[in-house]
């Protein structure tokens, strides 16, 4: 799958040392924005995957990003200039500050390829899931709702839906309890973790 | 494939599809037909003709349904006959999936644990399963008959909504244990044992599915229709 990657944000200084950073990794030009409501005139871009570096701090433009949500898979990282912990926001995906180290940046685009290219990589290793996927798995088995996964990883609801549809997908299971034998059998969790009373 | 008329042999209904086996015991109907065509056997078992032809022809093709026919028959000739369905289910073919996996277990050499974990998920997904067969038997069935026998609303509301929800979440684990099998087991089994499991089971879930469509579609469509009637 094609990558696309945008940089959006107020200052300059940000844009620009984004920018210059995120180059090392993509080997690409990565257009740099003013506002996310000049990314509507990306519009004409499908099936790619979309990272966007969004200015958490600055009025989004949802309609411009779900227009190339329709016809993308789309990645919003948000970009925070104040502490993290505090200012969550649920729209994102992932999230970045001023103090993000290059380590910090990288394993974030790590992170987004893997769950990213998931048409290829399904193709590649035969509906393997990936760590990503591993991680939701268990943390179903053991009974948490989409809410509690989600902030237990760091991601959104949204993001935990679409992995849960993922792994369904590449599956063929379903149930919860189907599921939790799954990760009994694959040894992504241990039985004693889980009550099979409740669970299975 | 072709479907079933009155003047067809009775045996040529089971050379031609022999899954309809159980489906004609289910009437009263045994082997040895001899010459007989399909409406004579029913008329000696007292059977209504049409009524035994849909549910043949329902089981046999998929695109077949004839829903205007069927919304014509009785009630109670449905529910008599989806009745008969769940007890070869509980008293035949649950008991003998059991056993079948029994077996496969039993063949397994060692580190059995996978299997261990698939017979657990069974043991629910049957639980799940009896529990909404009495659903139906001991409450919804009853409903039904009641209604049509005193022509008045209970004050207790209408059962029908309940069981197709319920469907779909029986064939949800049913379809995940197989996949988990098909797919996902690592094969420590004798071959034979898990064959013979494996094909009672997806003999069992294409019943199952024809089973829920006469009663998603027939049943509870007759029911909603009276029900709306009698409101008014």
Redesign the interface.
């Known amino acids: 799958m094609k990558e696309n990657v945008f940089i959006v944000h107020r200052s300059e200084i940000i844009r620009k040392g984004l920018s210059l950073i995120l180059q090392e990794y993509f080997k690409m030009e990565i257009p740099q924005l003013n506002s996310a409501k000049d990314l509507s005139s990306f519009s004409g871009i499908s099936n790619s995957t979309m990272i966007i570096i969004l200015d958490a701090q600055a009025d989004l433009n949802l309609q411009a990003i779900d227009q190339l949500k329709r016809n993308n898979e789309v990645y919003l990282v948000g970009f925070y200039t104040e502490n993290l912990e505090e200012t969550f926001n649920k729209t994102f995906d992932y999230q970045l500050n001023h103090y993000s180290s290059p380590l910090q940046i990288q394993k974030l685009i790590q992170v987004i390829r893997q769950s990213g290219g998931k048409n290829k990589s399904a193709m590649q290793d035969n509906g393997e899931l990936t760590s990503r996927e591993k991680d939701v798995i268990k943390l179903i088995a053991l009974g948490l709702a989409n809410k509690e996964i989600a902030d237990k990883l760091f991601i959104s609801i949204h993001t935990v839906i679409s992995h849960r549809k993922n792994i369904t997908e590449k599956?063929?299971?379903?149930?919860i309890?189907?599921l939790t034998?799954?990760a009994?059998?694959?040894n992504l969790l241990d039985?004693q973790d889980i009550n099979?009373e409740e669970l299975? | 494939m072709e479907l079933f008329r009155r003047e067809d042999k009775m045996s040529s209904l089971i050379t031609r599809n022999y899954n309809l086996l159980p489906v004609i015991n289910r009437f009263g109907i045994r082997l040895g037909f001899k010459e007989k065509t399909i409406a004579e056997v029913c008329m000696e078992k007292d059977i209504d003709t049409d009524f035994f032809l849909a549910i043949v022809n329902t089981y046999t093709d998929e695109s077949y349904f004839p829903e205007a026919e069927f919304l014509s028959f009785s009630p109670i000739l449905l529910i008599d006959y989806l009745k008969n369905t769940h007890r070869y289910y509980i008293n035949y073919v649950l008991p003998k999936i059991e056993r079948l996996l029994n077996q496969v277990i039993e063949s397994c050499p060692d580190n059995c644990s996978s299997l261990k974990m698939i017979n657990t998920f069974y043991q629910k997904y049957k639980a799940e399963l009896l529990l909404h067969l009495k659903l139906e038997d001991e409450k919804v069935f009853p409903y039904i008959l009641n209604l049509y026998e005193n022509k008045t609303l209970s004050p207790e509301g209408s059962f029908i909504e309940v069981i197709e929800n319920e469907h779909t979440n029986v064939e949800v684990k049913l379809s995940d244990l197989e996949n988990l099998i098909i797919r996902h087991l690592s094969p420590n089994y004798g071959d034979n044992a898990m064959n013979e499991f494996l094909t009672a089971l997806l003999q069992f879930e294409n019943d199952l599915n024809d089973h829920a469509r006469i009663e998603d579609h027939i049943l509870i469509t007759q029911v909603i229709e009276f029900e709306k009637e009698l409101k008014k």
């Open positions: 599956l063929g299971i379903k149930s309890s189907g034998v799954y009994i059998m694959n039985i099979p299975i």
